[in-house]
């Protein structure tokens, strides 16, 4: 039988507080605000789904009124200032605001065709639309993301008109008129309401619309049940909870804190009553709800992001990072198993149902997502994917007596999943305005150029300084919005280096493709005969160099080959991508580490360094995805380099935390992290892997033993 009710009731109260702690302050005083919200997400989430259906309005019109009404929605309900919540005033100017951003919509079809006869020249209303819509979305990116991503929206657009022409050195920008400026962020398909806006009123919205559906009919509930039933009879079982719901989760909520809350609110109680520190339980709450933004199928805003980067198939992208999440989850369950041994944590009954009684009672939560990943194998585009599941989500929830989704139920969904989306895409919107100052200026190019010539070849170096510079964004930034810049800006340099370091391999080798070699003949026709055998690494990277870049993306094609390149460069923006997500478990900005410290009342700093240390996966699996092959489609080799670094990271755990089964000596510890380097690093022969799994064995159970021995000992109280 399942828990009472009024068990999960009372779990529920802490976390209901933790989580409006980390919400913006809304304007639910004012009944007519809500409903009015409520009416205009519904009819926002069935336009969407139009849109993305039967529509033949051209994108621009679509991704404005994208902008326009889920700008009404943040300007009704997120207030300039939590003291103006209740000011009626306030109110009053808000609601010029949204009327505003309504009349900047209407006025592009009305103005469209008048200002192109006009060779694109403005007139008074052109200037007044254009800046009013910059506007909005800077304020209203501000009411609900905070100061940075403002400042940085000025900073980009003042570089273009103003101080650019003031800058020197590679940084140097000659500058366009202001006029072209607005122009090209209102009017062009490269601005606000560019690709960045076309990927949220598609993709993104229709999967966070699929992920309110799915908390509507019930599926959370399910989702926990599952890992209660699954873990919550071993020992260290309320810490297995954690890492499996909020990894199941991160595929239903769109948020890592909205993760951590609905999770955390069960699985840290548990963890510490079952014994588990405070501080511990915490932490790995925070850093499981982190991961959730890594499972595939969904993988939260950034995955759609990278296939319209990349070109690549959305379902490529999830299909290759399914080994990868699996190695981040089972590195935080590593950490779970060693604490619960050293703490002496007991068993906790959860549940007294059995894993597959649970599976087989909530068998039709199982159909919304077999249906997506069913349909993305067929090759149907994501938005029709989740547009399908969607409607599979209604018809499974009839199976359930008491989440049955009827017309009320699908108008809460509705409304829900647009209040989900309004500040996703308000930030988005204003994020393309930081993409287009970045093409237009040529920036990205000179960035990538500059760690480029700061890593000089080296990737590790290079992994470092991304590593870096994701921290940094990430503390003013959310990791959509970090993997936007920081991807525009270093992806195409990594991905360079990524796809250099296999040439230098082929021509280390003496396997250089003959069709490769004519490049060569174009560029070095007098050290063709270098090339028909081996050769050292420092004479391969000469070669290289004196290939012009104008050849060079040939000469990578004909080398590799198309896929092999097409996979350095998704396994760069993957790799952008994990590093993005470090800044939610990594002080001083760590929210999601926060808001777990919330629930376990720990100190909140003191629980962020815990959940940066747990999350040790974020920094190691970017590493695997550049220098192995990791991320590829032969699946024997993905599976080995899964299973050595599997093993590789909970020997660096131990070596880390001094302990497996057992405590362990520093001799052992010394063991352990060579044992880790020589599973996870790259090139390692496979007898010596072979052997290092065996000496990770065999001190796994010297641990266990020498634990046993010493308690066998210990006087019966």
């Given at each position: 039988m399942s828990e009472p009710v009024k068990h999960q009731s009372v779990e529920q109260e802490p976390g209901e507080t933790a989580l409006e702690k980390f919400e913006l302050p809304t304007r639910d005083d004012f009944p007519w605000v809500t409903t009015t919200i409520t009416v205009l997400g519904v009819v926002l989430s069935v336009l969407h789904i139009w849109f993305n259906?039967?529509?033949?309005?051209?994108?621009?019109?679509?991704s404005a009124t994208h902008f326009a009404g889920f700008a009404v929605i943040c300007a009704l309900w997120y207030p300039a200032h939590i003291s103006l919540k209740r000011n009626k005033i306030a109110l009053a100017v808000d609601i010029f605001i949204a009327l505003g951003a309504v009349?900047?919509?209407?006025?592009?079809?009305?103005?469209?065709?008048?200002l192109y006869a006009r060779g694109v020249k403005f007139v008074t209303a052109d200037w007044v639309f254009a800046s009013l819509a910059i506007i909005i979305v800077v304020e209203l990116i501000r009411r609900t993301m905070g100061w940075f991503i403002p400042i940085l929206i000025m900073v980009c657009l003042s570089y273009v008109v103003l101080?650019?022409?003031w800058a020197s050195g590679i940084f140097h920008f000659?500058?366009?008129?202001l006029e072209t400026l607005l122009y090209r962020s209102y009017y062009s398909s490269e601005g606000m309401f560019g690709a960045i806006t076309r990927i949220s009123w598609t993709f993104v919205f229709m999967f966070i619309l699929f992920g309110a559906f799915l908390v509507r009919s019930g599926?959370?509930?399910?989702?926990?049940?599952?890992?209660?039933?699954a873990a919550g009879k071993i020992i260290g079982g309320p810490g297995f909870i954690a890492v499996i719901g909020s990894g199941l989760m991160g595929s239903v909520s769109g948020s890592s804190v909205a993760n951590t809350v609905s999770t955390g609110v069960i699985s840290i109680p548990l963890m510490q009553k079952a014994g588990f520190p405070s501080r511990f339980a915490a932490g790995v709450e925070a850093s499981a709800s982190t991961g959730g933004q890594l499972m595939p199928p969904v993988m939260g805003a950034g995955a759609f992001i990278m296939a319209s980067y990349t070109q690549i198939p959305y379902v490529d992208i999830i299909a290759v990072s399914l080994v990868p999440a699996l190695i981040y989850f089972l590195s935080v369950s590593f950490f779970v198993r060693i604490e619960a041994k050293r703490s002496g944590v007991q068993k906790i009954v959860t549940t007294e149902d059995s894993l597959l009684m649970v599976l087989l009672r909530g068998w039709h939560n199982l159909i919304p997502l077999a249906v997506l990943v069913t349909l993305l194998i067929k090759g149907f585009t994501p938005t029709y994917a989740a547009g399908i599941s969607i409607i599979s989500v209604i018809f499974a929830s009839w199976f359930s007596k008491e989440h049955r989704m009827g017309p009320k139920a699908i108008i809460e969904a509705l409304a829900q999943g647009a209040k989900n989306m309004a500040t996703t895409a308000i930030l988005l919107v204003g994020i393309g305005l930081v993409v287009n100052v970045i093409s237009t200026t040529g920036i990205g190019n000179t960035f990538s150029l500059m760690i480029d010539g700061w890593a000089n070849g080296d990737l590790f170096m290079m992994l470092v300084l991304i590593a870096i510079a994701s921290l940094v964004l990430g503390m003013g930034l959310p990791v959509t919005a970090a993997y936007i810049v920081l991807g525009t800006l270093s992806a195409p340099a990594l991905y360079k280096l990524i796809a250099e370091n296999q040439l230098l391999e082929l021509l280390v080798s003496g396997q250089l493709p003959e069709q490769a070699k004519a490049i060569f003949m174009l560029a070095a026709p007098d050290k063709l005969d270098l090339l028909n055998a081996p050769m050292t690494m420092e004479t391969a990277k000469q070669m290289v160099a004196l290939v012009p870049a104008d050849f060079m993306e040939t000469l990578?094609?004909?080398?590799?080959?198309?896929?092999?390149?097409?996979?350095?460069?998704?396994?760069?923006?993957?790799?952008?991508?994990?590093?993005?997500?470090?800044?939610?478990?990594?002080?001083?900005f760590c929210l999601t580490a926060f808001a777990a410290?919330?629930?376990?009342?720990t100190p909140p700093m003191r629980t962020g360094l815990m959940a940066w240390k747990i999350a040790k996966g974020l920094y190691l699996v970017p590493l695997l995805i550049a220098y192995t092959s990791l991320v590829s489609w032969d699946i024997a080799s993905v599976l080995e380099v899964g299973f050595f670094a599997i093993i590789g990271t909970y020997a660096l755990i131990g070596a880390i935390e001094g302990y497996l089964e057992g405590p362990i000596n520093w001799l052992s510890r010394l063991c352990l992290l060579m044992i880790g380097a020589l599973l996870v690093w790259h090139d390692i022969p496979l007898w010596l892997r072979l052997l290092s799994v065996v000496g990770f064995v065999g001190l796994f159970v010297y641990s266990g033993r020498k634990y046993q021995l010493q308690q066998s000992q210990l006087p019966v109280s």
């Open positions: 259906t039967l529509s033949t309005l051209p994108e621009l019109w679509i009349a900047c919509l209407l006025y592009i079809p009305y103005a469209e065709d008048a101080w650019g022409e000659p500058g366009l008129s599926v959370g509930d399910y989702i926990i049940n599952v890992a209660r039933a990578l094609e004909q080398s590799l080959g198309l896929e092999t390149v097409s996979l350095a460069l998704l396994a760069a923006h993957l790799i952008i991508f994990w590093l993005s997500q470090d800044s939610n478990v990594t002080p001083p410290a919330t629930i376990a009342k």
